[in-house]
């Protein structure tokens, strides 16, 4: 399962619900978050030649989406919308189909002060994911409010309700990626 947070902030409290959601998986599920959001170049499709990229970190972001059996997306929301780094992210996806039917799903992770719950995000999210053709996930979309207190020295959330919600939400997706996985070998 890949991780993506649509922050490039150290102190994300969205990287804190991933980091969370990889310790919470379980041995059995490999969740690997991916670091390289803002270092990513803008997406221009002159740079996208026959869905073969030539940056390399185009390239390799690529490699992992497409490796991935499943797909959890954590984000804040910026003016209104997805913030530029995810959806540029997530441009580069559509030259060589990467979310194509994959299955994803998100973590609302919105501090209980945020007056929407970034549910704006959350729409432009699903209406990219639509429009990529990944295969969303709703019993795996959960809102876990997360406040900057809840997050540990380790980079962890420690509220044992957060960190249950967020493993229900892991599990969903593992559970669906994996019943789509058999029905695919069947």
């Given at each position: 399962m890949l991780l993506i947070s649509g922050s490039?902030?150290?102190?994300?409290?969205?990287?804190?619900?991933?980091?969370?959601?990889?310790?919470?998986?379980?041995?059995?599920?490999?969740?690997?978050?991916?670091?390289?959001?803002?270092?990513?170049?803008?997406?221009?499709?002159d740079d996208d030649r026959d869905g073969v990229p030539l940056d390399p970190r185009v390239a390799a972001m690529r490699a992992a989406v497409s490796a991935?059996?499943?797909?959890?997306?954590?984000?804040?929301?910026?003016?209104?919308a997805l913030p530029a780094?995810?959806?540029?992210?997530?441009?580069?996806?559509?030259?060589?189909?990467?979310?194509?039917?994959?299955?994803?799903?998100w973590i609302n992770a919105a501090g209980p002060a945020a007056p929407s719950g970034a549910a704006d995000a959350h729409e432009s999210l699903a209406?990219?994911?639509r429009y990529a053709g990944a295969e969303i996930v709703e019993a795996a979309c959960v809102r876990v409010p997360v406040t900057?207190?809840?997050?540990?020295?380790?980079?962890?959330?420690?509220?044992?309700?957060?960190?249950?919600?967020?493993?229900?939400?892991?599990?969903?997706?593992a559970d669906h990626a994996r019943v789509r996985a058999g029905a695919a070998d069947a």
């Open positions: 490039a902030r150290g102190g994300s409290t969205n990287v804190a619900a991933l980091r969370t959601a990889a310790a919470v998986a379980g041995a059995d599920l490999d969740a690997v978050l991916f670091g390289g959001i803002g270092e990513l170049p803008l997406f221009n499709p991935a059996d499943a797909v959890l997306i954590c984000t804040p929301e910026y003016a209104g780094a995810l959806k540029n992210l997530l441009e580069w996806t559509i030259g060589d189909a990467g979310t194509y039917r994959t299955p994803v799903a209406k990219v994911l900057r207190d809840m997050v540990g020295d380790d980079g962890l959330i420690g509220d044992v309700g957060a960190r249950a919600a967020i493993a229900t939400a892991v599990t969903a997706l």
